[in-house]
């Protein structure tokens, strides 16, 4: 591998100070189009996803749905989500979502996660989970809106979509993007997924006599790197459940804007009075591995 | 397909029906959604279940299984009466204004002229045109003639048919009645025996009410979709186009061949077929089924669509004059008739199956091929092995139990048989027939078949060519050799074959001469290498052979640029004209991968190659009008050059390059009449002229066109004990149709975890109404029972399908995706009833294709 | 190494305190995306076996095809330059590479005789001459040269061949000219269903 940084960072969950070489590298905005008007429910970016990421297999059993299982997994970070929904004219739709992570621009996870580098947001927009330095606190689980992050309780480790930052670092697109037969997906800049999505949201108004179509990107959350055509904009949660607000519990914004700085200061004066007692008095031979701390979620994640 | 995948998106209206291409075609359809999304192009969707196709449909009508004729029908009903038809195309591209003969009668109590009630055969001397000229403007005449015929009733059918058949002599049949060289014709289209007038009459009977009565459709939706569909004919437009897509949803029934002629009729009536975005378009359901029926992979083909020898055929100068028609048109109009080329294509095949030994002298070795003057289907093979006639039997990558129908009786037959080989990549159920459910080991101590299992090769481990439903051949390279011992599937069947041979060769045997005269020169005769094989199809020159007209000469040994350089004097081989010109001495066009598509139309004319001669829109004469002007300019396929004095085009044209538009020959190069059949003469189908509504062998209402004549009377059923068939008296008054899904291939990814991981179990879909009705909830398992079988799974109870008014009769339906038997990953941890689907499905098929009816059959549901 | 660490972090002390605040080095988290797992595999071109539209797969395998390799196969993706798939794939060609290594594959000739009730191994030249022994049988014993009305008909009506939907053009005419040299009224394939 090369020198050059194949994504550039811009956040960094538990991460005190400046992200090292933060704009040192200009940096496009990619982002993910699910044209649910068009989703055929079809589950070639489910395959795709598995396949690229090698993921373990899992049982499922029947659940009179064609849904593959109710929920993504930790081994499963791209699920359609299908509902039969009957219109007021009497007419059936049969409405499918892709859900997987959205790549907020203002991620719940991140700044829920305390593990240094354990979460980080790539300046195009990416948000990738390193499991090297998880901790297994499951805080993300709790900070994201669109309930995506899913615990591995064997590895003790969170895991979710990665928008396939390996594949996108190299060069190519997202698997799921590649795969998807309908071109449902679409992947590019934000800039010109919004613009499709206008354009699409347009044609299903004028022509196709879906009046409240529209484009998913909630501004709630700063937008998303994962946005959506619907028939219905005015109602995602027809999509089963996709939030019409989402937000990140006030908990961990208010632990990212002030008692992270508070707990900076604290952690700083604690550093400085250890480097003070190593320069002075020498190394302590042992140090004993404390095991990170596993609190319950916050109270009232579910309501989101 | 008469067009292919990609011109999809260059159509304004689409009718998929019989077909659930988003679900069994997911990468084919996003040119369907290119259409929408780029075009604004409609699609109507007519299933009897609201599938993943109907998610992005325009317009969704659930139709009862089995009714599409009627639904079809009742289109060309309304594009007839509300003049949505393209005139000009109708009036010279089809045969419409064509005479019919006197004594054709219309099917109104369900019978065409001609019907012998003791064999359930039609003879179809009546099915033809009238020999004349011009009859334009001389309608009055031809009137008061009708009048006399329609006055007798149906007798004089009667009597011309009874006559004909007390005529023929045991050994010395009648000749075969012929088309007239010199077709009557009505320009005026008011001839009141013009196919134009008869079809009008025949589709007047399909009005929207009888079109709700049959399908279940209402008439409100019906006509909103038909005036749809037709719209693109509104107000005399002629530039707009649409297509029709189907899939075995049409085929798999007793009138499957009628259904997809109606789709034809209706696409020439609308002057859809030929153009860009336009055609019928038959989406097959397997990787090489196109390949295979083009190269004959079953009984009563030769590589090519040549027809099969019958015992009559005492030489091959008999055969060829049977098989090779002769033109049957209006004298002033011009016909290619192409298949008169039948006689180079035939000798060709024979050099290239027998080399040396095919010679003038010898008939070409005609003697070698085996006469066939019965049916031989897929249905019948398992029949006859029941009734133990049928003693050994090769399934190579066909897994007859699990296909069914009736799977039960397939597998009673193989335990009757002597021996079985089976060439697979998985365990499968026919190999494992003998350890099937119920079958105790004491039981299968009883049962002597021997059966050899022999591991076959992937798609990864060969190379070889694959055509698609385009008719596009492609090349594909083998990445990885076969794992284990498994070997190639033609290093098997070589080296069967040459031991075989050598047997003969040692032993003598019963007329061995085809045996030991099978041309078999390849470098390594025990493993044929495919690209020899590939070349010996496309052919070669023995001899020199020159073209009269560009004096261009093939010199002996070379590979043939395509089949105008076919010879029936023994100086070329060539094992499928079809592909002639697929290998040619430059090289293998099939392995072509340009990606330029300078029309725009996804025409793509680089890549792989096309049969026949590379063209990708067939019959595209038709795209233009009688002037030789494209419909649409927007849209060009083909057009005449006056300059160059021929036809030029973005494809390739399908026509004779130099015919003017003056000399007015037909675009439908292949009929001797060289225009399109609204009206089928003689025994080209089995079972009528014109589509008629026939009601599934099991139905749950008697037909309301005709209810003495309920099914289609030239049906063909089976007579052993095991052949049963149920009623709604007995019970049985559910329509049942099978399907698959989405996630699953056939009986192949039950072995593969990921597919089973997204649909991990065999289930029912049943409408909610019907599962309130039975106290069923989703999850629950249920038990579908037919006269043959019963069937265990959890139901999926759905608002997807709603119970439908039939005739006035709440009428339900359910659906069974086929995936899954008792060899597999779930099967064999025991986590299913180990049914097979087509253990319900009926043995009754199409009296034309011979398919089985898998869709709308008959069963009783009840909780498990 | 004591002695400079001590010395290091005496002389930075200040300026060091706010870039290493928790210890991590921040370096990883630059170099942060995995390698791609086709980034040295060897690419074939081929064509999905499922459906009709024949999309264009390219199938990735381990090894540079040097001799002393097995290849296996790691990946499979669609084919960009295809014009029909253009690389999209569906749900079963995404998951070919499973149809391709998979534990459930048949990779030995295998028999089950007459009245056994178990599967016994057996090797190609016996399985073959075996074939070639029963079909010899069969036919001498069943074939009809002419019929009840004296005519030429060669046929043999007891011997069945039923192919398959992903046999190629090659194999199945290396089929039309063993079984119809045979005389085998017959053949079928899935294209009928």
Not at chain 2, 375 to 393: E, F, L, N
Request: charged share 25%; aromatic share 10%; hydrophobic share 35%.
């Amino acid at each position: 591998m090369t020198e050059r940084r194949t994504l550039q960072t811009e956040q960094i969950s538990g991460h005190p100070g400046p992200v090292p070489g933060m704009g040192m590298q200009r940096n496009l905005e990619v982002c993910k189009l699910i044209d649910a008007t068009t989703c055929i429910g079809c589950k070639a970016c489910e395959v795709a996803c598995v396949e690229w990421n090698d993921l373990p297999f899992q049982p499922t059993t029947f659940d009179n749905t064609y849904q593959t299982m109710p929920e993504t997994n930790w081994n499963y970070w791209n699920l359609i989500k299908f509902r039969e929904h009957q219109r007021e004219d009497g007419t059936l739709m049969w409405l499918m979502r892709k859900d997987q992570c959205m790549h907020c621009a203002d991620p719940g996870c991140l700044a829920a996660c305390p593990a240094d580098g354990a979460i980080v947001k790539y300046a195009n927009g990416i948000v990738d989970f390193h499991q090297e330095n998880c901790i297994g606190c499951e805080f993300c689980v709790s900070g994201c809106p669109f309930n995506i992050p899913k615990f591995n309780p064997a590895t003790k480790k969170v895991y979710k979509c990665t928008l396939c930052s390996d594949r996108v670092g190299q060069g190519l697109e997202p698997a799921c993007i590649k795969a998807c037969p309908t071109g449902c997906l679409h992947f590019g800049t934000k800039e010109d997924m919004k613009m499709l999505a206008e354009t699409r949201a347009k044609q299903l108004r004028d022509v196709s006599g879906f009046k409240d179509a529209g484009v998913y990107d909630p501004e709630s959350i700063g937008g998303t790197h994962v946005i959506y055509v619907l028939h219905d904009a005015k109602n995602p949660e027809l999509y089963s459940g996709l939030p019409k607000d989402p937000s990140i519990p006030f908990a961990y914004k208010a632990w990212k804007s002030i008692f992270k700085p508070l707990g900076l200061i604290g952690a700083t004066l604690g550093f400085v009075g250890v480097v003070f007692h190593y320069v002075f008095e020498g190394p302590k031979r042992e140090q004993p591995e404390v095991p990170p701390p596993k609190p319950e979620p916050p109270a009232g994640r579910k309501e989101l | 397909m008469t067009n292919g995948w990609i011109d999809m998106k260059n159509t304004d209206m689409m009718l998929i029906m019989g077909g659930n291409p988003a679900e069994n075609h997911p990468c084919g359809f996003k040119w369907p959604i290119e259409a929408k999304r780029a075009r604004n192009a409609k699609m109507i969707v007519v299933d009897p279940r609201f599938t993943r196709t109907a998610v992005v449909a325009d317009q969704f009508l659930q139709i009862r299984a089995g009714t599409d004729i009627a639904f079809l029908g009742g289109l060309i009903s309304y594009a007839l009466q509300n003049n949505r038809i393209n005139k000009e195309y109708v009036v010279n591209y089809t045969n419409a204004a064509f005479v019919v003969k006197e004594g054709f009668k219309l099917p109104e109590d369900g019978l065409y002229s001609g019907f012998d009630p003791a064999t359930q055969v039609y003879n179809k001397s009546t099915w033809n045109y009238e020999e004349g000229g011009n009859l334009t403007g001389k309608a009055a005449a031809g009137a008061t003639m009708m009048a006399a015929a329609m006055h007798a009733g149906a007798h004089p059918a009667m009597v011309v048919a009874a006559a004909a058949t007390a005529a023929a002599k045991p050994g010395a049949p009648p000749p075969p009645p012929m088309l007239p060289p010199n077709v009557a014709y009505d320009l005026s289209l008011e001839h009141p025996r013009s196919v134009y007038q008869l079809l009008k009459k025949h589709y007047s009977r399909y009005t929207p009410e009888m079109v709700e009565r049959i399908t279940g459709i209402p008439k409100e939706q019906f006509l909103k979709a038909a005036d749809l569909f037709t719209s693109i004919r509104k107000d005399g437009d002629t530039k707009k186009v649409g297509t029709i897509i189907y899939a075995v949803g049409w085929t798999q029934h007793t009138f499957g061949t009628q259904i997809i002629r109606t789709a034809a009729m209706l696409q020439l009536l609308l002057g859809n077929v030929g153009r860009a975005g336009g055609g019928v378009n038959a989406l097959r359901g397997h990787a090489n089924i196109q390949g295979a029926t083009d190269m004959a992979g079953v009984f009563d083909i030769l590589p090519g669509y040549l027809k099969v020898p019958v015992p009559n055929d005492k030489d091959f100068d008999t055969y060829i004059n049977r098989i090779t028609p002769k033109a049957a048109k209006p004298k002033e109009w011009d016909s290619f008739n192409y298949w008169s080329n039948t006689p180079r294509f035939a000798v060709s095949l024979l050099k290239a199956m027998y080399g040396d030994a095919a010679s003038k002298e010898n008939g070409w070795a005609f003697h070698y091929l085996p006469k066939v003057d019965r049916r031989y289907s897929v249905t019948d093979i398992w029949d006859d092995m029941y009734r133990g006639k049928v003693k050994g039997i090769f399934a190579f990558g066909m897994n007859g139990v699990a296909i069914g129908p009736n799977s039960k009786k397939n597998i009673e037959a193989l335990k009757k048989a002597d021996w079985l080989v089976v060439c697979e990549l998985f365990p499968d159920e026919t190999s494992s027939f003998w350890e099937s459910p119920g079958i105790t080991a004491e039981d299968q101590k009883k049962i002597n078949t021997t059966v050899y299992r022999l591991p076959g090769a992937g798609f990864a481990e060969k190379d070889g060519t694959f055509v698609n439903s385009a008719r596009w051949l492609q090349w594909k390279n083998a990445a990885l050799p076969p794992p284990g011992e498994a070997k190639l599937d033609q290093e098997i069947l070589a080296r069967i074959f040459l031991k075989i041979r050598e047997l003969y060769q040692k032993e003598g045997g019963k007329f061995p001469d085809a045996i030991l005269k099978a041309a078999w020169s390849y470098t390594n005769p025990n493993n044929p290498s495919l690209v020899e094989v590939a070349k010996e199809i496309n052919g070669k020159a023995l001899a020199d052979v020159t073209d009269e007209k560009t004096q261009t000469t093939i010199k002996a040994g070379q590979q043939l640029p395509g089949f105008g350089f076919l010879r029936d004097d023994g100086s070329t081989s060539g094992g499928n004209w079809l592909y002639c010109g697929s290998w040619p001495e430059a090289g293998p066009l099939m392995q072509r991968r340009g990606t330029e598509d300078p029309s725009g139309l996804g025409i793509y004319p680089n890549w792989g190659w096309s049969w026949p001669m590379n063209r990708r829109v067939m019959y595209n004469r038709a795209s233009c009008d009688v002037s030789g002007k494209p419909w649409d300019p927007s849209r060009k396929q083909v057009w005449w050059n006056e300059a160059a004095g021929k036809w030029v085009g973005n494809d390739v044209p399908d026509f004779k390059p130099d015919s003017k538009p003056q000399d007015h020959m037909g675009p439908f190069i292949m009929n001797p009449e060289g225009v399109g059949r609204l009206f089928v003469p003689l025994g080209f189908v089995a079972d009528g002229p014109f589509p008629e509504h026939y009601e599934p062998f099991e139905s749950p209402i008697a037909n309301p066109l005709h209810p003495y004549q309920s099914t289609n009377p030239v049906v063909k059923k089976f007579k052993t004990a095991m052949d049963k068939y149920g009623t709604p008296a007995e019970g049985y008054n559910v329509v049942c149709t099978t399907y698959r899904l989405t996630e699953h291939y056939h009986y192949w990814t039950k072995n593969n975890p990921m597919n089973v991981q997204l649909v991990p179990e065999p289930f029912v879909e049943i409408p909610e109404e019907l599962a309130r009705e039975k106290g069923i909830n989703g999850g629950d398992k249920v038990r579908v029972t037919s006269a043959r079988a019963e069937y265990i799974a959890k139901a999926m109870v759905t608002k997807r399908i709603r119970p439908m008014k039939i005739d006035g009769k709440t009428t339900y339906q359910i659906g069974i995706p086929i995936h899954w038997g008792y060899r597999g990953i779930v099967e064999e941890e025991g986590k299913t009833a180990k049914d097979l689907a087509n253990e319900l499905s009926p043995t009754v098929i199409d009296p034309n294709a011979h398919t089985p009816e898998f869709k709308g059959f008959l069963v009783k549901l009840e909780k498990a | 190494m004591e002695v400079s660490r001590r010395t290091f972090f005496k002389a930075g002390l200040l300026g060091g305190v706010g870039l290493t605040v928790f210890g991590f080095d921040a370096a990883p988290l630059l170099a942060q995306t995995q390698g791609l797992k086709i980034s040295r595999t060897t690419e074939t071109r081929s064509t999905c076996p499922y459906c009709s539209v024949s999309c264009g797969v390219i199938i990735h395998t381990i090894g540079d095809k040097a001799k002393n390799v097995t290849p296996q196969v790691v990946h499979v993706e669609g084919d960009p330059d295809h014009p029909i798939n253009r690389g999209t794939l569906c749900p079963k060609g995404s998951s070919l590479q499973q149809d391709i290594m998979n534990e459930r594959r048949l990779t030995k000739p295998q028999v089950r005789r007459p009245g056994s009730t178990k599967w016994e191994d057996i090797s190609w030249d016996q399985a073959i001459s075996d074939i070639a022994r029963l079909v010899k049988k069969t036919r001498d014993d069943t074939f009809i040269a002419t019929d009840s009305e004296g005519r030429t008909v060669n046929r043999l009506e007891s011997i069945a061949f039923t192919g398959g939907c992903t046999d190629t053009n090659e194999f199945n005419f290396l089929v039309v000219k063993t079984m119809r040299s045979l005389g085998l009224t017959y053949i079928e394939n899935q294209a009928r269903v």
